[in-house]
């Protein structure tokens, strides 16, 4: 799978858009990107996931550079419930997901 | 909505027991994994298992765990000779031959192996 980078931390008020960047420059062509999020010791969250256009759904949006070396998950109106550790995961489907230490999302009031 | 269920939700046991990990991943689903984490520490995978055997398993998943799909329905992870070590969160996920690596994860079993 291959690598990805993220900010440990990021801050949002609440209300506003949070943007979680990563980069993922070793992305081959038949990798996804998956963003997953874990709540306080909960189970992790998957959250989106997309090949190389743009996804929304109910949760978030995923926006994908032209040359896929990397994303930002754009949470639209953020909530305190959102705070999080937000997970950015290249691989291929049905095998296990990697985790790495992802970004702690702070949503303030 | 349907979602994944692990029984018991905090077990505790003694050094050198074995215990049982229970999970019933969402009917109809064929991919199940388990992942566990240690307090503070980044979630990692264990197993996947896949039509009836074991597709991948992780350097930790060694001859003291096995896994076991014995009705169709559950899903259960065994430890058989407990170490303080094993001591961690586990998590049950199960994914849909359709939706394409996107796992559904249950709340985790708690385990404190004193």
């Known amino acids: 799978d291959a690598k990805t980078t993220q900010p440990p931390s990021m801050d949002c008020a609440e209300g506003r858009a949070a943007n979680l960047p990563c980069n993922h420059s070793?992305?081959?062509?038949?990798?996804?990107v998956y963003w997953y999020r874990q709540i306080h010791s909960q189970g992790p969250q998957y959250i989106i996931h997309g090949l190389k256009n743009n996804e929304t759904n109910e949760m978030a949006s995923l926006i994908i550079t032209e040359d896929r070396k990397s994303s930002t998950l754009i949470l639209p109106h953020a909530t305190l419930r959102d705070t999080a550790v937000y997970y950015c995961i290249v691989t291929g489907g049905y095998q296990k997901v990697t985790f790495g230490t992802g970004t702690k999302l702070q949503v303030i009031p | 909505e349907p979602e994944v269920t692990q029984t018991p939700s905090h077990q505790v046991t003694q050094m050198g027991q074995e215990v049982i990990l229970r999970c019933v991943p969402i009917?109809?689903?064929?991919?199940f994994y388990w992942y566990r984490q240690i307090l503070g520490q980044k979630v990692e995978f264990l197993v996947s298992?896949?039509?009836?055997?074991?597709?991948?398993k992780s350097e930790i998943f060694d001859d003291q765990f096995s896994v076991e799909r014995p009705d169709g329905s559950n899903f259960t992870l065994k430890i058989r000779s407990t170490k303080l070590e094993d001591s961690a969160m586990y998590f049950c996920?199960?994914?849909?031959?359709?939706?394409?690596?996107?796992?559904?994860f249950g709340p985790g079993t708690r385990l404190t192996v004193l």
């Open positions: 070793t992305i081959s062509g038949n990798e996804y």
């Open positions: 298992f896949y039509n009836n055997e074991i597709s991948e």
């Open positions: 996920a199960s994914e849909d031959w359709s939706s394409y690596n996107e796992q559904f």
């Open positions: 009917s109809n689903h064929l991919y």
